[in-house]
């Protein structure tokens, strides 16, 4: 920054986009104390999604959410496994500090949170048995390392880590007074889930382009769809124009409120999906190989809500999940809604505006030859039809990691 250049940065600016602690965070990872750094709003972009909200946040949630599931959402009378050294953190953080290498001390507490989401993985809780009493272990583990990395991270997260320890309904501590063996929360403590610590945000220019993208693509979409209905009013005599294809599609964001596994058929769930309706809607689908029942329970999702009801292996199917593809074609999973995008809503597409189908003609094949084979992903994994993104008030739809996937 130079004041006889004038390339200034107001930190209120960035503050309209990023919270004080995504803020300080970055100015404090990106530079030893007292040297310069390379300032950019996509830098602090890409540091407050690659460690804020996929390593800590996401550490935060998984472990609140199995605890949760597996434990009655009370802290497990069980010991944790060591998998951080409590007191060579204690110790590297003094020594970083005495140094006044802030940034340092930081990247202890962020490899501490590294290794937590390595052992939920390598663990992967969902795939033991219900009565596995290692169950208990891994969730009491996964508590405790976010208990005790909080402290670290308070002179940098101060609202985050505060957040995390009312989420655990205990006090942080002195930090000499942590115990070393993972043992500093009371069993049968009630946790909350809550939201998640820290939505992910888009980088500058991938906010540019999305907007100058949908904007090309709306209006293309605009100028096919008039051809289109008018072509079509033309060979049916002058009528009245008809609905894109797109358009008389109905997708809806909906939550699963009970999975269980088909009577009949063991690659196939049954889920109960909430679309906003008075009465829940049955749906059958293949994802038993790819995703566990307990990840699917009260996930949110995306579906067709207007496709013919049929049956499947004799048990009635009364709409579709769409899922991402990764695509090498290794990976499945749930489009994902926006977090506070309600049950019922429905999912738009610009330049496609129209009334949907009260229900899709089979025999037309809207959906298999119109539509579905121009779904896909971006690279920021926006889900989109033939580019124009799937969209809701709260912004757009997106898959967990499939970019530039196909989406079914």
Request: charged content about 20%.
């Amino acid at each position: 920054m130079s004041k006889s250049l004038g390339n200034v940065v107001d930190p209120h600016d960035a503050l309209s986009r990023f919270s004080t602690d995504t803020f300080r965070f970055f100015l404090v990872r990106e530079s030893p104390v007292g040297a310069d750094l390379n300032f950019s709003e996509t830098a602090i972009a890409l540091r407050h999604n690659s460690e804020l909200a996929d390593t800590y946040g996401n550490l935060v949630h998984r472990a609140l959410s199995l605890c949760d599931k597996y434990a009655d959402g009370c802290v497990p009378d069980a010991q944790a496994e060591a998998v951080i050294d409590v007191g060579a953190l204690i110790d590297q953080t003094d020594a970083a500090m005495r140094a006044y290498a802030v940034d340092l001390a930081t990247n202890h507490a962020i490899e501490a949170l590294f290794a937590g989401n390595k052992y939920v993985t390598d663990s992967s809780p969902w795939h033991l048995k219900p009565d596995d009493p290692r169950r208990q272990v891994i969730v009491r583990t996964l508590l405790e390392i976010i208990y005790v990395v909080s402290h670290f991270l308070q002179p940098t997260l101060t609202v985050a880590t505060a957040t995390v320890f009312i989420k655990l309904a205990t006090p942080p501590l002195p930090i000499g007074h942590l115990r070393r063996s993972l043992s500093n929360l009371a069993p049968a403590t009630k946790v909350t889930v809550g939201d998640v610590l820290f939505a992910k945000v888009e980088t500058a220019e991938a906010l540019e382009k999305q907007q100058a993208d949908a904007a090309a693509k709306k209006k293309a979409a605009e100028a096919a769809a008039k051809k289109a209905a008018a072509a079509r009013a033309q060979a049916e005599g002058g009528g009245a124009s008809v609905a894109s294809p797109l358009a008389r599609c109905l997708f809806l964001v909906g939550t699963v409120t009970a999975v269980e596994m088909h009577p009949e058929a063991d690659s196939l769930y049954v889920e109960t999906i909430d679309l906003g309706e008075p009465t829940p809607r049955q749906v059958v689908s293949g994802l038993v190989k790819h995703l566990p029942l307990e990840q699917l329970l009260h996930a949110r999702v995306v579906c067709l809500a207007n496709a013919k009801p049929n049956k499947l292996r004799g048990v009635e199917s009364q709409a579709m999940v769409l899922c991402a593809t990764s695509a090498d074609g290794s990976k499945v999973e749930l489009l994902q809604p926006p977090r506070d995008a309600p049950p019922g809503e429905r999912v738009t597409f610009a330049g496609h505006e129209g009334e949907p189908d009260d229900v899709l003609n089979p025999k037309k094949k809207v959906w298999e030859k119109e539509v579905q084979p121009k779904l896909h992903t971006t690279a920021e994994r926006v889900a989109c039809f033939d580019g124009i993104p799937f969209t809701t008030t709260h912004g757009p739809c997106t898959a967990p990691t499939a970019a530039n996937g196909t989406i079914k």
